[in-house]
């Protein structure tokens, strides 16, 4: 059963750290496009980041910024290290995988959803 279980998520405070890991199982995760995403509030789901099969990685505008994707593949994790966290980061992280990624990387239509871990930012 392919499954996706996000974790790491908590309350820090403005200029904090937090990694979120998500666990894949009964795939490989190295095979797999693995992406992060978040959902504020009463808003849209919005793409951070997505690592390839192939290991590189794309960001909205092609900038890392404060997150980092990375994947450990002994461990078959998928990673997202966020720095100088701020409010307007408080949100609901979601981790995605998809074999082919016939779309765009940003789009919410990968094949394969966790359930989400939470992050609240505050001031």
């Known amino acids: 059963q392919v499954q996706v279980v996000e974790y790491g998520g908590g309350s820090v405070q403005t200029r904090g750290s937090l990694r979120l890991s998500c666990v894949a199982s009964?795939?490989?995760?190295?095979?797999?496009?693995m992406s992060w995403f978040r959902q504020p509030p009463g808003q849209e789901r919005e793409w951070i980041s997505t690592?390839?099969?192939?290991?590189?990685?794309a960001y909205p505008g092609g900038e890392k910024g404060r997150f980092t994707i990375s994947r450990d593949d002994d461990e078959n994790t998928l990673y997202l290290q966020m720095d100088n966290l701020k409010p307007e980061d408080t949100a609901m992280y979601y981790c995605?995988?998809?074999?082919?990624?016939?779309?765009?990387?940003?789009?919410?239509?990968?094949?394969?959803w966790g359930q989400g871990t939470q992050v609240t930012v505050s001031s």
């Open positions: 995605a995988a998809d074999p082919q990624a016939l779309f765009q990387l940003s789009q919410p239509l990968y094949r394969y």
């Open positions: 009964g795939f490989t995760a190295r095979a797999y496009y």
């Open positions: 690592v390839r099969p192939d290991r590189t990685t």
